[in-house]
Structure formats: structure tokens, C-alpha cells
């Protein structure tokens, strides 16, 4: 009787095991089978979001490069002032939408989700932007860890933010030369925006506007922060961005 009750002690115990292992195979496969449907609806985003990137570049940007032509080639047969000051509306405006448009085309494209391609975007539309305003630009960046995803939305928001700093240095600071600095430190990446006018006080410019307020939101969005040092002689605009995401997708 007792051998009876061990042996049969003994199939249950290893229809036990049999049965705890193929659980913990069913789970892992469920679990592999999840991240295989999220890999999958993320390359589709992808591939969507390249398409209608390239339809906009296609179809609407011809469009308005179009407009933007006709309207400078008619400035060039007006007749009267007031014609010319319509015209040229168009023509600055479709500039303008050309302009944008290439952003948003830029953002939505995820050949470009990378930390690199950022750096890259944001150094040419710097240089460009201060140089129509004769402002000198000296760009330093630190030793890179390599080309790191970063998604189209943090992409956008720094972007934006680069963009919205650079404006109010350009309308309030008077300066004559702006220094960034980039550098990675993991899971972080840097950039400091400094420049050489008169400079100002962050809570009282919060207060009379919305560019701080908006740059502080977009930070906030992508799980980021900013912050502002006056100086007599300048300021320096300090943001990070998180790169948590982009470490675990690698």
C-alpha cells in the first residue's frame, strides 16, 4: 500500500511538473507573440508615416513651391503699389508654408528617428536662421555614443523648442553671437543655448508671453526639462531630453 501511494504520489507530482512547464511555455509564447504584433504595428506606423511624408512632399509641396513661383514671377509685372503689397503677401506666406510644411514632412518621416539626424537638422537650421540676421554661431558637440533612435514626436518638440529660443534671441536679445553646446551623458542628451546680449528675466518674460510657457509644455510632453540662467551679459538656456525609450528599443 505504501509503494501504491508513492508511485501514484510520483505521477502527480510529475504530471504536476509536466503541466507547470507547458504553462510556462504557453506564457512565453503568448509573451513572444505580443511583442511580435507590437514590432509589427510599429513598423506599419513606420511605413505609414514615411508614405504620407512623401505624398505631402509630392503633392502639397510642389503645389505651394508652385504658388510661391507665379507669385514672384507676377510681382515683376505689377503695375500698382497695392498690387505689389497683395503679392508679396502671398508669396512670403507660401514661403513660410513651405518652410513649415518641410518641418512637419521631417518630424513624420521615420528615416529620420535618429539623435544624429536631429543634431544635424537643428545645426543647419541654426546656422541658416542666425545668418539672415548677421549673427555668428559656434556649434560644439561632444563625443557621440552612436546614431540613437529618438522618435518622430521628441524629434519635433526639440525641434520646436531650438526654434521658439532662437526667435527670442533674435527679437529681445540684441546679441551678436550664440554658442550651443551638445553633449550625451546616458540617458540624456544635453544641449545649452547661450548668447551674448543683454539678456532678460525668464519669470517676468513668462508672464508677457507664451514662448516660455510653450517651450517649458513641449519639455514636459516628451518627459524633458529646461531651465534659464541670466546673466547681465547674456543667457543660457539649459534642456535635456530623455533618451529611457530609445535605450530599451536598442
Known sequence: MPVLFGIVLIWFLLKFQKRKHQTELEKKDLLLREQQLIIENQTAIETERTRIASEMHDDLGSGLTTIRYLSDRALKNVTTEEEKIQIGKIAEQSSALVRNMSEIIWAMNSRYDTVDNLLSYIRHYTSEYLESYHIDIDWHQGEWVGD?????????????????????????????????????????????????GIGFDPQLSETKGNGLYNIRKRMNTIGGDCSFEHKSQGTTMKIIIPLFDELRSN
Open 148 to 196: 540613437m533612435r529618438l522618435n518622430g514626436e521628441k524629434r519635433r518638440n526639440v525641434f520646436l523648442v531650438i526654434k521658439e529660443a532662437l526667435h527670442n534671441i533674435v527679437k529681445h536679445a540684441k546679441a551678436s553671437k550664440v554658442i550651443i553646446h551638445v553633449h550625451c551623458d546616458l540617458p540624456q542628451l544635453f544641449i545649452h543655448i547661450m548668447d551674448n
